[in-house]
């Protein structure tokens, strides 16, 4: 069975500061990887996915970058935290083939002061 | 750009009764359409998918897609107070089976 993992559960940090966020999937070869951020009371929002090892494609601006280092691992990261980034961050897998439904983890839930 | 609109945007419901969700989106271009149920401080998980005009049943749910009129809409029969949830509505958008947009949600809150 397919698991999906994300570190940290939740963060507190400082405008200004870096961040990096994480995901793995277990059990499942070259799946397609997404990152989603989800404001309090807004919308899911797809900020980037990635079909291979090495390629990540970006969705929207959002001051934030992501890269797959490995095929089970998707990692979103900036160098400095705005308030604006605060929210609950969601990895997503799918399989590679048409009209596959996402698995999300269980998401990190980021606060900026 | 796919722009996804979804009304209401809560419902109180009693135990029981049958609740309709409505979902409209702009790209007529979009081939696959899906509906997660997000639980309070939790990941969405996938509920129903539907790729062609026409109605689809699972159990109490049922899904309609009108691809003519860009209307899709989930429909449940019998609600249970575990049916209480943000129900969020989402199609691909460019043509790519990556882009999934999805749309703001409406929070079902169902009364025992």
Sequence with gaps: AQTIHQWPVAEIKAVGSPLSLGCTIKGKSSPNLYW???????????LFY????????????LNLSASRPKDDQFILSTEKLLLSHSGFYLCAWSRQVSNERLFFGHGTKLSVL | QQNVQQSPESLIVPEGARTSLNCTFSDSASQYFWWYRQHSGKAPKALMSIFSNGEKEEGRFTIHLNKASLHFSLHIRDSQPSDSALYLCAGNSGGSNAKLTFGKGTKLS???
């Design chain 1, 50 to 61: 990635s079909i291979t090892v090495g390629q990540v494609e970006s969705v929207v601006q």
């Design chain 2, 110 to 112: 169902v009364k025992s």
């Design chain 1, 36 to 46: 989603y951020w989800q404001a309090t009371g807004g919308t899911l929002q797809q």
